[in-house]
């Protein structure tokens, strides 16, 4: 059973960079059917979608975070990570890595890791 | 920034039914698949339906899915207590490029 699970710091500074690693398991991250993702969701807002990979390493970003955001893969490692930079406290959230089809199905999750920014 | 509008909440008593509407547009829904979440309280998201009305294994078929020009629906009959969650539909975006969620709906139990 394919599972996914974040890690990275709990509490990150403002101007700084985020960087957190999603750990797949149960399955490799080269399928072909599948994208890698990361998605967040602020305290008490809505999911927001920051990006996604493909194994080969072809990425597509949000636009309206893509000149901060970078989603690189290494697949020795069966995982793949975030880094957003220049952080501040609106980027507080519940971050989760997740799976999704080409069709946009994101059908395994992991069980999200909180950011704070904060000084 | 959501550009899928979902109802804040709705509710219903145990065993009745409810839905939940996804309204997009052209550039979203009109032209692209959409899916749909159940998110627990304190826990992520979990894949519902897929492209348009799929539901994956072990999803009981209480749940349905529905689109018809540029908006979506989610069905849930036969209401439990532990459907009390949030619902959020998704869709690609191609004027944006974008994954785009909705602005999520707390479904309550009464």
């Known amino acids: 059973q394919l599972q996914l699970q974040e890690s990275g710091p709990g509490l990150v500074k403002p101007s700084e960079t985020l960087s957190l690693t999603c750990i797949v398991s149960?399955?490799?991250?080269?399928?072909?059917?599948?994208?890698w993702a990361w998605v967040r969701q602020p305290p008490g807002q809505g999911l927001q979608w920051i990006g996604s990979i493909y194994y080969s390493g072809t990425t597509y970003y949000n636009p309206f975070l893509k000149s901060r955001v970078t989603i690189s893969v290494d697949t020795s490692r069966n995982q793949f990570s975030l880094k957003l930079n220049s952080v501040t406290a609106a980027d507080t959230s519940v971050y989760y890595c997740m799976r999704h089809t080409t069709h946009g199905a994101m059908d395994v999750w992991g069980q999200g890791t909180t950011v704070t920014v904060s000084s | 920034q959501s550009v899928l509008t979902q109802p804040p909440s709705v509710s219903a008593a145990p065993g009745q039914k409810v839905t939940i509407s996804c309204s997009g547009s052209?550039?979203?829904?009109?032209?692209?698949?959409v899916s749909w979440y159940q998110q627990l309280p304190g826990t992520a998201p979990k894949l519902l339906i897929y492209?348009?009305?799929k539901r994956p294994s072990g999803i009981p078929d209480r749940f349905s899915g529905s689109k018809s020009g540029t908006s979506a629906t989610l069905g849930i009959t036969g209401l439990q207590t532990g459907d009390e969650a949030d619902y959020h539909c998704a869709t690609w975006d191609s004027s944006l490029s974008a994954h785009v969620f909705g602005t999520g709906t707390k479904v309550t139990v009464l």
């Open positions: 492209e348009n009305d």
């Open positions: 052209s550039s979203n829904i009109g032209n692209n698949y």
């Open positions: 149960g399955g490799s991250i080269s399928s072909s059917s599948y994208y």
